[in-house]
């Protein structure tokens, strides 16, 4: 999740993104969630998008997501929300990636990340089940409780996160792209803490407040209907 400078050179640019990749393990927002097998977290470098720095609107990139994986959102849903964020936080966005899926990737989970002028979305497993086999962090299951997201333990240990569409929509659409984009519109913070935190308070500020905030996610109440003897 490479800072944004705007007065730096597309070479300087490009460097510095190159160089930062070693460290997408410990940033990609997904890894909190605990790693799917025993092997350590490896995040091989992402498409490198050069950076035009020319002030055109961004464009979508959508690959194949992989056998068994989707795309959780369409470049349609993309736009349609960017279109309600402020113009001048999209000043430095030039590409948007839908990612496909491989081996590499799979060892290193990740929703979405950002890297130079380029914001990158992960699909997801066709079954909108996901499977981690280690806990995850109680800020981690709240996050993902506050979109609709539900955990539960089918075996032990074994940690099953389930989606609905329009739960995964939501997750996607308000909080993972608004976060990546803060990262993107972030050009003050420098260190890892200081960026996560400033990109945490510009989904909830850009996207889940906006966007109803709990109570427009408040589950509805299963009525039971008993029918008289």
Same mark, same amino acid.
């Given at each position: 999740?490479?800072?944004?400078?705007?007065?730096?050179?597309?070479?300087?640019?490009?460097?510095?993104?190159?160089?930062?990749?070693?460290?997408?393990?410990?940033?990609?927002?997904?890894?909190?969630?605990?790693?799917?097998?025993?092997?350590?977290?490896?995040?091989? %470098?992402?498409?490198?998008?050069?950076?035009?720095?020319?002030?055109?609107?961004?464009?979508?990139?959508?690959?194949?997501?992989?056998?068994?994986? $989707?795309?959780?959102?369409? %470049?349609?849903?993309?736009?349609? $929300?960017?279109?309600?964020?402020?113009?001048?936080?999209?000043?430095?966005?030039?590409?948007?990636?839908?990612?496909?899926?491989?081996?590499?990737?799979?060892?290193?989970?990740?929703?979405?990340?950002?890297?130079?002028?380029?914001?990158?979305?992960?699909?997801?497993?066709?079954?909108?089940?996901?499977?981690?086999?280690?806990?995850?962090?109680?800020?981690?299951?709240?996050?993902?409780?506050?979109?609709?997201?539900?955990?539960?333990?089918?075996?032990?240990?074994?940690?099953?996160?389930?989606?609905?569409?329009?739960?995964?929509?939501?997750?996607?659409?308000?909080?993972?792209?608004?976060?990546?984009?803060?990262?993107?519109?972030?050009?003050?913070?420098?260190?890892?803490?200081?960026?996560?935190?400033?990109?945490?308070?510009?989904?909830?500020?850009?996207?889940?407040?906006?966007?109803?905030?709990?109570?427009?996610?408040?589950?509805?109440?299963? $009525?039971?209907?008993?029918?008289?003897?």
């Amino acid at each position: 999740m490479s800072s944004r400078h705007h007065q730096s050179s597309v070479s300087r640019t490009r460097r510095q993104a190159i160089q930062s990749h070693v460290s997408w393990a410990q940033r990609a927002r997904r890894t909190q969630l605990g790693t799917r097998n025993v092997r350590e977290p490896f995040a091989p %470098p992402e498409t490198w998008h050069e950076p035009t720095e020319s002030g055109d609107d961004y464009r979508i990139v959508v690959q194949d997501p992989g056998e068994d994986y $989707r795309h959780v959102v369409t %470049p349609e849903q993309i736009r349609e $929300r960017l279109q309600r964020i402020p113009a001048r936080f999209q000043q430095g966005l030039e590409v948007i990636q839908l990612s496909k899926m491989t081996r590499k990737k799979r060892s290193m989970p990740c929703y979405g990340m950002q890297w130079g002028a380029a914001l990158y979305l992960y699909p997801l497993e066709e079954s909108l089940e996901e499977i981690f086999h280690s806990p995850p962090r109680p800020e981690v299951i709240n996050e993902v409780k506050m979109y609709g997201g539900r955990w539960d333990r089918p075996e032990p240990g074994v940690w099953r996160l389930r989606w609905t569409q329009q739960a995964i929509e939501d997750f996607y659409l308000n909080n993972i792209l608004i976060h990546e984009l803060g990262h993107l519109v972030d050009d003050r913070n420098t260190s890892y803490t200081d960026r996560e935190r400033y990109a945490e308070w510009f989904a909830i500020e850009y996207g889940y407040l906006p966007t109803g905030g709990s109570a427009s996610r408040r589950q509805r109440p299963i $009525r039971r209907r008993h029918h008289k003897k």
